[in-house]
Protein backbone atom coordinates (compact mmCIF):
# COMPACT_ATOMS: atom_id res chain seq x y z
CA UNK A 1 0.00 0.00 0.00
CA UNK A 2 3.05 1.92 0.47
CA UNK A 3 4.20 2.01 -2.67
CA UNK A 4 1.27 2.13 -4.38
CA UNK A 5 0.89 5.68 -2.80
CA UNK A 6 4.29 6.99 -3.62
CA UNK A 7 3.97 5.82 -7.12
CA UNK A 8 0.88 8.04 -7.06
CA UNK A 9 2.71 10.75 -5.45
CA UNK A 10 5.30 10.40 -8.22
CA UNK A 11 2.97 10.14 -11.04
CA UNK A 12 1.10 13.78 -9.60
CA UNK A 13 4.79 15.27 -9.06
CA UNK A 14 6.03 14.25 -12.73
CA UNK A 15 2.78 15.62 -14.45
CA UNK A 16 3.04 18.84 -12.34
CA UNK A 17 6.30 18.98 -13.57
CA UNK A 18 5.47 18.27 -17.66
CA UNK A 19 2.80 21.14 -17.20
CA UNK A 20 5.19 23.72 -15.46
CA UNK A 21 7.65 22.91 -18.41
CA UNK A 22 4.85 23.34 -20.97
CA UNK A 23 3.48 26.42 -19.67
CA UNK A 24 7.75 28.20 -19.84
CA UNK A 25 8.13 27.10 -23.39
CA UNK A 26 4.66 28.49 -24.53
CA UNK A 27 5.14 31.83 -22.36
CA UNK A 28 8.77 32.13 -24.49
CA UNK A 29 7.01 31.39 -27.74
CA UNK A 30 4.48 34.75 -27.27
CA UNK A 31 7.69 36.50 -25.87
CA UNK A 32 9.63 35.81 -29.19
CA UNK A 33 7.11 36.32 -30.93
CA UNK A 34 6.04 39.96 -29.30
CA UNK A 35 9.39 40.84 -29.76
CA UNK A 36 9.80 40.02 -33.44
CA UNK A 37 6.59 41.96 -33.88
CA UNK A 38 7.88 44.96 -31.88
CA UNK A 39 11.17 44.98 -34.09
CA UNK A 40 9.18 44.65 -37.28
CA UNK A 41 7.31 47.86 -36.86
CA UNK A 42 10.48 49.72 -35.62
CA UNK A 43 12.37 48.57 -38.83
CA UNK A 44 8.92 49.60 -40.31
CA UNK A 45 9.02 53.28 -38.64
CA UNK A 46 12.77 53.72 -39.33
CA UNK A 47 12.15 53.66 -42.76
CA UNK A 48 9.75 56.46 -42.90
CA UNK A 49 10.75 59.71 -44.74
CA UNK A 50 10.29 62.90 -42.97
CA UNK A 51 7.39 65.04 -43.80
CA UNK A 52 7.86 67.87 -41.00
CA UNK A 53 10.17 68.28 -38.41
CA UNK A 54 9.18 67.37 -34.04
CA UNK A 55 10.24 70.36 -33.21
CA UNK A 56 8.74 73.34 -30.30
CA UNK A 57 11.67 75.79 -32.52
CA UNK A 58 9.64 78.05 -34.78
CA UNK A 59 11.57 77.70 -37.64
CA UNK A 60 10.66 76.21 -41.26
CA UNK A 61 12.18 75.24 -44.48
CA UNK A 62 11.39 76.27 -47.81
CA UNK A 63 12.19 73.48 -50.70
CA UNK A 64 11.78 74.29 -54.21
CA UNK A 65 11.42 71.02 -56.44
CA UNK A 66 13.15 71.90 -59.96
CA UNK A 67 12.94 69.34 -62.45
CA UNK A 68 11.32 70.05 -65.92
CA UNK A 69 13.01 73.70 -66.84
CA UNK A 70 15.04 76.18 -65.23
CA UNK A 71 12.10 78.97 -65.79
CA UNK A 72 12.36 81.44 -63.19
CA UNK A 73 15.30 79.76 -61.00
CA UNK A 74 17.24 83.20 -61.28
CA UNK A 75 14.18 85.88 -60.07
CA UNK A 76 13.59 83.08 -57.08
CA UNK A 77 17.63 83.19 -56.25
CA UNK A 78 17.74 86.70 -56.11
CA UNK A 79 14.21 87.08 -54.03
CA UNK A 80 15.78 84.70 -51.28
CA UNK A 81 19.29 86.58 -51.30
CA UNK A 82 17.32 89.81 -50.74
CA UNK A 83 15.26 88.29 -48.02
CA UNK A 84 18.24 87.60 -46.32
CA UNK A 85 16.60 83.65 -46.62
CA UNK A 86 17.92 80.13 -47.45
CA UNK A 87 16.09 77.62 -48.90
CA UNK A 88 16.72 73.94 -50.29
CA UNK A 89 16.30 73.36 -54.09
CA UNK A 90 15.63 70.00 -54.94
CA UNK A 91 17.12 69.23 -58.82
CA UNK A 92 17.27 66.49 -60.72
CA UNK A 93 20.14 65.06 -62.51
CA UNK A 94 19.46 66.04 -66.01
CA UNK A 95 18.46 69.48 -64.72
CA UNK A 96 21.82 69.54 -63.14
CA UNK A 97 23.06 68.93 -66.60
CA UNK A 98 21.34 70.82 -68.68
CA UNK A 99 21.27 73.51 -66.74
CA UNK A 100 24.73 73.80 -64.99
CA UNK A 101 25.38 77.56 -64.34
CA UNK A 102 21.58 77.59 -62.21
CA UNK A 103 22.87 74.73 -59.97
CA UNK A 104 26.40 76.66 -59.55
CA UNK A 105 24.15 79.95 -58.64
CA UNK A 106 22.18 78.28 -56.11
CA UNK A 107 24.88 76.77 -54.09
CA UNK A 108 27.36 79.97 -54.80
CA UNK A 109 24.30 81.96 -53.05
CA UNK A 110 24.49 79.86 -49.90
CA UNK A 111 21.27 77.88 -50.65
CA UNK A 112 21.31 74.38 -50.23
CA UNK A 113 21.18 71.46 -52.98
CA UNK A 114 18.91 67.98 -52.18
CA UNK A 115 18.43 65.04 -54.83
CA UNK A 116 15.44 64.52 -56.84
CA UNK A 117 16.33 61.31 -58.49
CA UNK A 118 18.60 61.45 -61.93
CA UNK A 119 15.01 60.89 -63.88
CA UNK A 120 12.12 62.65 -62.77
CA UNK A 121 10.39 59.19 -62.89
CA UNK A 122 8.22 57.49 -60.10
CA UNK A 123 11.23 55.35 -58.34
CA UNK A 124 8.16 52.91 -57.52
CA UNK A 125 7.99 51.77 -60.59
CA UNK A 126 11.86 50.92 -60.33
CA UNK A 127 13.82 47.52 -59.10
CA UNK A 128 16.60 47.97 -56.68
CA UNK A 129 19.81 48.14 -58.94
CA UNK A 130 17.58 51.20 -60.76
CA UNK A 131 16.53 53.09 -57.81
CA UNK A 132 20.69 52.82 -56.58
CA UNK A 133 21.63 54.15 -60.14
CA UNK A 134 18.96 57.12 -59.96
CA UNK A 135 20.35 58.31 -56.26
CA UNK A 136 23.39 57.66 -57.17
CA UNK A 137 23.82 59.08 -60.28
CA UNK A 138 21.85 62.44 -59.34
CA UNK A 139 24.21 62.62 -56.33
CA UNK A 140 27.53 62.40 -58.65
CA UNK A 141 26.31 64.85 -60.80
CA UNK A 142 25.44 67.31 -58.66
CA UNK A 143 28.61 67.27 -56.35
CA UNK A 144 31.62 67.46 -60.05
CA UNK A 145 29.30 70.61 -60.40
CA UNK A 146 29.30 71.89 -56.91
CA UNK A 147 31.78 70.17 -55.06
CA UNK A 148 28.51 70.59 -52.30
CA UNK A 149 27.88 67.69 -50.01
CA UNK A 150 24.16 66.07 -50.85
CA UNK A 151 22.67 65.48 -47.66
CA UNK A 152 18.66 65.57 -48.42
CA UNK A 153 16.77 63.34 -50.91
CA UNK A 154 13.30 63.24 -52.32
CA UNK A 155 11.55 60.85 -54.28
CA UNK A 156 9.94 62.29 -57.58
CA UNK A 157 6.02 63.21 -57.21
CA UNK A 158 6.07 61.73 -53.68
CA UNK A 159 6.29 58.49 -54.49
CA UNK A 160 8.28 56.81 -51.75
CA UNK A 161 8.78 53.07 -50.33
CA UNK A 162 11.27 51.13 -47.59
CA UNK A 163 13.07 50.29 -50.85
CA UNK A 164 13.59 53.79 -52.00
CA UNK A 165 14.17 55.21 -48.19
CA UNK A 166 16.77 52.52 -47.78
CA UNK A 167 18.63 52.95 -50.69
CA UNK A 168 18.93 56.68 -49.77
CA UNK A 169 19.94 55.89 -46.34
CA UNK A 170 22.56 53.78 -47.89
CA UNK A 171 23.76 56.70 -49.72
CA UNK A 172 23.98 58.57 -47.00
CA UNK A 173 20.84 60.76 -47.80
CA UNK A 174 17.78 61.67 -45.88
CA UNK A 175 14.40 61.30 -47.22
CA UNK A 176 12.40 64.21 -47.09
CA UNK A 177 8.99 65.40 -47.93
CA UNK A 178 6.48 68.02 -47.23
CA UNK A 179 3.50 68.58 -44.58
CA UNK A 180 3.04 71.51 -46.85
CA UNK A 181 2.05 71.41 -50.37
CA UNK A 182 1.52 75.11 -51.71
CA UNK A 183 -0.21 74.07 -54.89
CA UNK A 184 1.42 76.75 -56.72
CA UNK A 185 1.41 74.13 -59.84
CA UNK A 186 -2.19 74.90 -59.79
CA UNK A 187 -1.60 78.30 -60.52
CA UNK A 188 -2.86 79.19 -57.01
CA UNK A 189 -1.75 83.05 -56.72
CA UNK A 190 -0.10 84.74 -53.97
CA UNK A 191 -2.95 85.46 -51.57
CA UNK A 192 -4.10 81.78 -52.41
CA UNK A 193 -1.20 80.28 -51.08
CA UNK A 194 -0.62 82.29 -48.28
CA UNK A 195 -3.25 81.06 -47.38
CA UNK A 196 -2.76 77.89 -48.01
CA UNK A 197 0.13 77.63 -45.92
CA UNK A 198 -0.97 79.53 -42.84
CA UNK A 199 -3.69 76.85 -42.50
CA UNK A 200 -1.53 74.43 -41.58
CA UNK A 201 1.89 75.93 -40.48
CA UNK A 202 3.47 74.74 -37.68
CA UNK A 203 7.17 74.63 -35.99
CA UNK A 204 9.22 71.83 -38.15
CA UNK A 205 7.07 72.10 -41.15
CA UNK A 206 8.47 71.80 -44.80
CA UNK A 207 7.03 73.97 -47.42
CA UNK A 208 6.37 72.14 -51.07
CA UNK A 209 7.83 74.73 -53.96
CA UNK A 210 8.18 74.71 -57.77
CA UNK A 211 10.42 76.98 -59.59
CA UNK A 212 7.70 76.92 -62.52
CA UNK A 213 4.32 77.58 -60.69
CA UNK A 214 2.76 79.99 -62.38
CA UNK A 215 3.07 82.77 -59.70
CA UNK A 216 5.63 81.28 -57.43
CA UNK A 217 8.52 83.18 -58.60
CA UNK A 218 6.74 86.67 -57.74
CA UNK A 219 5.08 85.20 -54.81
CA UNK A 220 8.15 84.16 -53.42
CA UNK A 221 8.75 87.85 -51.62
CA UNK A 222 4.80 87.48 -49.74
CA UNK A 223 5.34 84.18 -48.88
CA UNK A 224 8.20 84.64 -46.96
CA UNK A 225 7.20 87.81 -45.32
CA UNK A 226 3.66 86.48 -44.28
CA UNK A 227 5.71 83.21 -42.55
CA UNK A 228 8.15 86.02 -41.01
CA UNK A 229 5.12 88.08 -39.86
CA UNK A 230 3.65 84.81 -37.63
CA UNK A 231 7.27 85.01 -35.91
CA UNK A 232 8.74 81.83 -38.07
CA UNK A 233 12.73 81.66 -39.16
CA UNK A 234 13.07 79.64 -42.33
CA UNK A 235 16.09 78.17 -43.16
CA UNK A 236 17.23 75.02 -45.14
CA UNK A 237 15.95 71.80 -44.92
CA UNK A 238 19.09 69.94 -43.37
CA UNK A 239 19.11 72.54 -40.67
CA UNK A 240 16.07 72.16 -40.01
CA UNK A 241 16.28 67.93 -39.79
CA UNK A 242 19.18 68.69 -36.93
CA UNK A 243 16.21 70.12 -34.96
CA UNK A 244 14.52 66.60 -34.49
CA UNK A 245 14.09 65.43 -31.23
Given at each position: ?????????????????????MLLAMSMLANNKE???IETSTGSLSSLPIYKVETEIKKVAISI?????????ESIIDSLSKMKVKAT???TGEFAIKYPDKVKKIVDNGNEIGNL?????????????EIKEEIESCTKEIEKLTNAKLKV?????GECNNAIVKEA???????????????DYNGLNSEEMCERINEGLVPGSIILLHNNGKYTADSIENIIHNIQKQEYEICMVSDLISLQR
Open positions: MFLVFNKKKINSYLISMVTVIYSTNCSENAENIFFVSYHYANLKNKNKDFRAPYRNQRLVTVQWNLDSL
